[in-house]
């Protein structure tokens, strides 16, 4: 059995899905999650893309052991001296340099020769090998460029000293039967290459990136190049939980394995649908909150008097929670422990502590307390990473008529009180009004979802919202059975984290003027 090593590029590639903008707390607590599922390499970002990402691949590689992480840099030398820099403490690290290959590419993107192509691709992976030994040359837009080209374009990083060789399909045009052929003629043709990891990185536009990557892999590829929940530029980048079960499930015909920790795959999915708010599907394989329901009588009659009649994996091996009646108000602490440690969390004191407080809350509102309920509670109360300027004491709402009413009482940090009451069209409308007329903050509203956590009229809602505040986006959660309170607290989320970054932008203001003198 090969060993596939998984390259998660959630925090990179993902985060270029619209929406998935990720603040450096939140991408390092997602790289925690993604290290300890146990993906062999994280992609943290592309360092001389922003000083943002930069130093969120600082943090990264500074506190994220167990893996490789690497950074991604265009073929230029000073990509590629970002790129080390960042990487720079990072217990194991890759730089990953790109240049696209295609005709289409060369002519109108960059308007250079072919041999120009060549002759970058080959410094750049040779400047990169000046900082480290692990250097990962990807062509981009490969399925579409001349494959006899493409063979030299890999010879050439090859002979540069590339440890690992990628093949995107950037725009995912490709189809199973020509990604094996590429990665076959690729194996065949080009000296060296079997001494390298060839490594695929499929786009999802035909709906065919997981197809696409599990072919390459057939073709000798013993790298994949993926993201949870599948998020990614346009129709998203393979799911990595996709790639990962067909691996598990169809061993018998596809022989290889991964590092995966199966039954991590639904809480490290959670975990990213919190902080992007970007929900997966309802049917998506693996993640969906369908994906282990069966409906139809007959499928119902089946599964229980053999689940293997309908599913070809349990819901437990991928870490999926069920649905039955777990806990209430007179749950005590060790049974909430027990429980969350059945679904894979291992708690502190104070997240215990915090938990305890918020289920019983909960329960006094809602009569079933479901699994996804704990995992929704440990979200939205632990995981928040931004300081609460202004927390949410009151809300009060009228609606009928032409307009809602919302009355607010907004508590500071420094103990002042906000009251304030608007008008709008709708209740959520009227409370966002209310907290805009006594906030300092223009919030411009790009995107609102609510999503209710468990099935029944007594869920928690959970909503998620996209803001614009000071040309930023943030994003902000609420989770709360009314969902007008849950869009509230989501709404003073995304306040709190501007106001986070307006404290941060000012202290860098402050130490630059001190710097010089000013
Ligand atoms: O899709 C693509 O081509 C990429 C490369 C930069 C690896 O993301
Ligand atoms: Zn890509």
């Known amino acids: 059995m090969a060993r596939i090593t998984v390259f998660d590029t959630t925090l990179r590639d993902g985060e270029q899905s619209p929406g998935a903008t990720m ?7 997602m790289a925690h999650e993604i290290a300890d599922l ?40 000073g990509d590629i001296d970002a790129a080390a820099k960042v990487l720079e403490t990072a217990e194991s690290a890759r730089i990953h340099t790109f240049i696209a290959t295609s005709d289409i590419h060369l002519e109108r993107k960059f308007d250079i ?29 490969a399925t579409r460029t001349d494959l006899d080209f493409l063979c030299e374009v890999v010879e ?44 695929a990185h499929c786009h999802d536009d035909l709906g065919l990136a997981v197809a696409n990557s599990l072919a390459a892999v057939a073709a000798g590829a013993r790298q994949v190049e993926c993201t949870v929940n599948g998020i990614g530029e346009r129709a998203g980048n393979a799911a990595l939980e996709e790639i990962v079960m067909a691996l598990h499930v169809r061993s018998d015909l596809l022989g290889h394995e991964t590092g995966i920790n199966t039954e991590r795959l639904y809480r490290t999915s959670r975990l990213l649908a919190h ?31 053999d689940p293997r009649t309908y599913e070809i994996m349990t819901p437990e091996l991928v870490g999926a929670p069920g649905t039955e009646l777990v806990l209430g108000k007179h749950s005590g602490r060790h049974g909430i422990e027990a429980r969350y440690e059945a679904l894979g969390y291992t708690l502190t004191r104070e997240e215990l502590d915090r938990v305890t407080e918020d289920l019983k ?80 903050f223009r919030v411009v509203l790009d995107d609102l979802t609510v999503r209710s956590a468990t099935p029944g009229r007594d869920a928690l809602g959970e909503v998620s919202i996209h803001a614009r505040v000071d040309g930023h986006t943030f994003t902000g959660r609420g989770a709360h059975t009314d969902v007008v309170h849950a869009a509230a607290q989501a709404y003073l989320h995304a306040v709190n984290k501007a106001a986070a970054a307006r404290n941060l932008e000012e202290a860098h203001l402050e130490s630059t003027a001190n710097h010089w003198g000013v």
């Open 23 to 29: 603040t450096a707390l939140e991408k390092l607590r």
């Open 38 to 77: 146990g993906v062999d390499v994280i992609e943290a970002g592309f360092a001389a893309s922003s000083p943002e990402d930069a130093a969120s691949i600082c943090a990264i590689s500074s506190e994220v052991r167990g893996v490789v992480i690497t950074a991604l840099a265009r073929s230029i030398s």
């Open 113 to 141: 020769s072919r041999q120009e192509c060549l002759d970058r691709a080959g410094e750049s992976v040779t400047y990169a090998r000046s900082f480290m030994d692990d250097v990962e040359f990807s062509a981009e837009d």
């Open 156 to 199: 050439v990083a090859v002979s540069a000293g590339a440890t690992t060789i990628n093949i995107p399909d950037t725009v995912g045009y490709t189809l199973p039967t020509e990604m094996s052929h590429i990665i076959g003629t690729l194996l065949a043709r080009v000296p060296g290459l079997t001494d390298c990891v060839v490594s």
């Open 275 to 305: 902080l992007t708010g970007i929900e997966p599907q309802p049917n998506k394989a693996i993640v969906g909150r369908n994906a282990f329901a069966h409906e139809a009588g007959i499928h119902q009659h089946g599964v229980l008097s």
């Open 361 to 440: 809350t909960l329960a006094e509102r809602k009569k079933t307390v479901l699994d996804e309920d704990l995992i929704s509670i440990l979200h939205h109360g632990i995981m928040e990473d931004v300081e609460q300027t202004f927390h949410l004491a009151s809300l009060d709402v009228h609606c009928g008529g032409d307009l809602s009413k919302a009355s607010i009482v907004i508590e500071g940090q420094d103990g002042v009180r906000l009251e304030a009451s608007a008008a709008g069209d709708g209740p959520i409308m009227a409370a966002f009004a209310a907290m805009e007329s006594v906030l300092d």
